[in-house]
């Protein structure tokens, strides 16, 4: 990947030579339609290059390096690289044009019809492990588990854990299942669960650490998502309807303490807005000892509590 750019042009239309456009103008002309776009949802502006490139990158199938940016490009790989600069300012996320994302160094495999994980979710598995390797042959349960980042990420990095992923939509667990498959990750298993209703009852008490990443946007905030969420990603991913997003984490809260071991873990991951509503609802559950956790992108929380 390129550094980010500091001293690009920005042409109204990519230049030609010999009625040939340069990579670099369509690299430029790109990024400046990808910053405009009010679909994409860029947590920084320097990302609307890094896509473009990357974009570029996988179009070309070779990384791209300076010395590329003068090269001409044929009319045929101008065309199939504007189509696909096209899909990312229509909002189209990057994991899924190419198909896949890198979470805690598993390449997973993302669909349309299932919650894209994000890079801000790493932040949920770092916790988890941290807490799991402290404990012999622990048992973890990941709820809306989605394409299974968190429950992958843990089981890969805790090898003796014994990690259960949860979720409601059948396509999730069987995408979350070929993604174990394909990295041979043997010591998770997805199952298809309205929260925690299918656990096995003998983990009652018995499990050291939650992790959960619901969706939290409220049923009335569903509207004012840009469309790079509202439009490529599954609606029951988002919203749970409820009128402060907060519905699924007091279903948690009430059941959490009945799975949990003494001393064991609730990790929750919300928007930073939420942080403090979201810790109350925990409390009023019985996790004690809340704190609010960030890592450097700072995009979201992670409420960690212990059960009594
Ligand atoms: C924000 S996504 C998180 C997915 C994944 N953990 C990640 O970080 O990429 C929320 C997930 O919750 C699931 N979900 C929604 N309602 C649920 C419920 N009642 N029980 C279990 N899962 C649920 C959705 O299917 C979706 O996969």
């Known amino acids: ?19 040939t456009a340069l990579l670099g103008d ?8 990808i910053l405009a776009s009010r679909q994409a949802d860029l947590w920084k502006p320097w990302v609307a290059r890094a896509d ?11 990384t791209i390096g300076d010395d590329d940016l003068d090269q001409p490009l044929s009319a045929a790989t101008r065309r199939r690289l504007q189509a696909m600069f096209q899909r990312r300012i229509d909002g189209e996320p990057l994991a899924m044009i190419r198909g896949w994302i890198d979470f805690r ?32 042959r622990p048992v973890a349960v990941d709820v809306a588990t989605g394409a299974g980042p968190v429950a992958l990420a843990v089981g890969d990095a805790v090898p003796g854990a014994r990690v259960i992923g949860l979720d409601i939509a059948a396509r999730a667990v069987s995408l979350a299942r070929s993604n174990a498959r394909r990295l041979a990750v043997g010591n998770v298993e997805f199952r298809r669960s309205d929260m925690l209703a299918g656990l096995p009852r003998p983990l009652r008490r018995q499990v050291d650490v939650i992790t959960f990443h619901p969706p939290y946007v409220a049923g009335h905030e ?3 998502l840009p469309g790079e969420i509202a439009r490529f990603e599954p609606v029951e991913s988002l919203t749970d309807r409820s009128s402060d997003g907060l519905g699924l984490v007091r279903h948690l809260a009430d059941e959490a303490t009945a799975w949990l071991r003494p001393g064991g873990w609730v990790l929750v991951e919300v928007g930073p807005y939420l942080a403090r509503s979201a810790t109350a609802v925990l409390r009023r559950g019985g996790i004690r000892d809340l704190r609010s956790l ?15």
């Open 26 to 33: 369509l690299l430029d002309d790109a990024e400046r339609r």
């Open 105 to 136: 160094g598993l390449r997973l495999t993302v669909r349309g019809d299932v919650f894209t994980p994000r890079p801000s979710s790493e932040l949920l598995a770092i916790e988890a492990i941290r807490r799991l390797r402290r404990r012999r």
């Open 52 to 62: 473009a490139e990357e974009i570029a990158e996988l179009v070309l199938g070779r």
């Open 222 to 224: 569903l509207k004012t």
């Open 294 to 308: 960030r890592d450097g992108l700072a995009v979201t929380r992670v409420l960690a509590g212990q059960a009594p």
């Open 1 to 19: 990947m390129i550094a980010p750019v500091a001293a690009h042009r920005s042409p109204a239309a990519p230049r030609r030579r010999g009625g």
